[in-house]
């Protein structure tokens, strides 16, 4: 049974690009460097493909990203962009690029301090989402992190389902910006909170979710009022 607004989860379970992290911040630097190093080696010998294409492919697994992107491409070509954009992202992230969306420190701090289970569900590569958590100083709020990459899952679905098997959790809100968060939300019968601020989905895509925010901290908004501190 869905939980009703103003009704407190016993966890939330958080996508990572596009919800936390304004991702192109990171990405797009290191999206032109790894083309320029795949032109360097002789694996692409075209321009960089345009970066709405790789912005509009976020959420999806990694193998449909780059099928989307270059999809001309070798299959040699593709493996070792994901590689190479892999690194120049760490690379970037510890040189202290990469901003976090307005308000997402101070409200995962605020829902942590409220008894609030906090994860995160990402499709992306385990190292990526491990980095950039780290980077960033939210590793303390979360009690795990959760990536395609790591559990080698097909779908958000099956790996939303397999952190509310290993967690033990009944009650979670899907927070994330995405058709497929909407969707690993409803078929893992959880309330889906949408986040309509990156502007990276599609029109429509976030069609069926309960909640629709615009800034992330008003996650608060719909929750039951902080009990007063003694």
Request: charged share 30%; hydrophobic share 40%; aromatic share 8%.
């Amino acid at each position: 049974m869905l939980e009703s607004q103003k009704t407190q989860p016993e966890a939330m379970l958080f996508d990572l690009d596009g919800t936390l992290f304004r991702t192109e911040t990171l990405l797009l630097p290191a999206y032109r460097a790894a083309f320029d190093e795949l032109r360097r080696r002789g694996l692409y010998a075209k321009e960089t493909p345009p970066e709405e294409r790789i912005l509009s492919s976020l959420g999806m697994l990694l193998d449909e990203i780059w099928r989307r992107v270059m999809p001309e491409a070798s299959d040699e070509a593709r493996a070792e962009a994901d590689k190479l954009l892999l690194h120049y992202q760490i690379k970037g992230l510890g040189q202290g690029k990469g901003e976090l969306y307005e308000g997402v420190a101070e409200t995962l701090k605020e829902l942590r301090a409220r008894g609030i289970r906090l994860f995160v569900a990402s499709n992306g590569l385990e190292g990526y989402v491990k980095h950039v958590i780290e980077a960033k100083g939210l590793g303390p709020l979360f009690e795990d992190l959760y990536s395609a990459g790591r559990f080698q899952t097909r779908s958000k679905v099956d790996l939303v389902k397999l952190l509310l098997d290993n967690s033990g959790i009944r009650s979670a809100w899907m927070v994330g910006d995405r058709s497929s968060d909407v969707e690993a939300g409803l078929r893992n019968g959880l309330t889906v909170v949408a986040c309509d601020y990156a502007g990276f989905r599609d029109s429509g895509e976030l069609d069926g979710a309960h909640l629709r925010i615009t800034r992330f901290a008003e996650l608060l908004e719909h929750l039951p009022a902080a009990a007063p501190q003694k």
